[in-house]
């Protein structure tokens, strides 16, 4: 479904990364791991069409996207839910539901995936007329993914989703997440806990100073050298 081929990225004259290349199969689960400043970030991105690309390409279903800005993106099929969850906080968490609907596939069955995202995410549909800004991080965190389903999306772009959860919030996050691969929706993981990134994924990536060093199944990665050195620490 995403195929990821010599990727490069920079910022200004600094390059981020480095002929990256990946793919997700759909319904499959897929994860980034690597220490902080990998580049983990700046690939999400590069592939939701919100930094540039300098080099390679970035196809979806054989279609290539490289050049597309991120509306054009979503457009293919393609959410993504942004580190630090960035509701907005003043408005609804309904309202904040809807804005995912706009994509032109996703805006006829809103109330069908609204209904879905509710069931998905029970306590959303208890506040769904609260502000957004007054929910606790967890809740917000909900809000976000539940915004990426409602652009009915066919690849999932999820960057860091338990970053400042607690736990009992990220096993509810995450459960979510094994749900939603279910539906047949395509999952590419960026997350800071290792242990947690594993275990919820079919195959993994590991970047280091934005290239590509490992990539296996979950069971093939958590046992490398590779990860328990450069990622863990150990």
């Known amino acids: 479904m995403l195929e990821v081929r010599r990727l490069d990225a920079h910022y200004g004259d600094a390059q981020a990364l480095f002929g990256v290349a990946l793919d997700v199969t759909a319904a499959e689960t897929v994860c980034i791991i690597g ?23 970035i196809r979806v279903d054989r279609i290539d996207i490289t050049a597309l800005p991120g509306h054009k993106v979503c457009a293919h099929g393609v959410a993504t839910v942004p580190e630090g969850r960035r509701v907005f906080g003043h408005m609804t968490v309904r309202d904040n539901l809807l804005l995912g609907a706009y994509r032109k596939t996703a805006r006829g069955r809103y109330r069908q995936t609204e209904a879905e995202v509710y069931r998905l995410f029970p306590r959303l549909a208890e506040r769904a007329t609260q502000p957004a800004g007054s929910l606790s991080g967890g809740e917000q965190q909900m809000v ?47 997350e800071q806990d290792v242990e947690r990134a594993l275990a919820a994924s079919d195959r993994g990536y590991i970047l280091t100073e934005g290239r590509i060093t490992a990539t296996g199944t979950a069971t093939q990665l958590r046992d490398t050298d590779e990860v328990r050195q450069r990622v863990l620490g150990l």
């Open 144 to 190: 976000a993914i539940g915004r990426a389903l409602m652009a009915r999306p066919r690849l999932l772009l999820l960057d860091e989703p338990s970053l400042g959860l607690a736990p009992v919030i990220v096993d509810e996050v995450f459960d979510a997440l094994h749900h939603i691969t279910h539906t047949g929706v395509a999952i590419l993981l960026v």
């Open 35 to 57: 220490p902080n400043g990998a580049g983990k970030t700046t690939l999400v991105h590069t592939i939701a069409g919100l930094h540039p690309a300098t080099n390679g390409s």
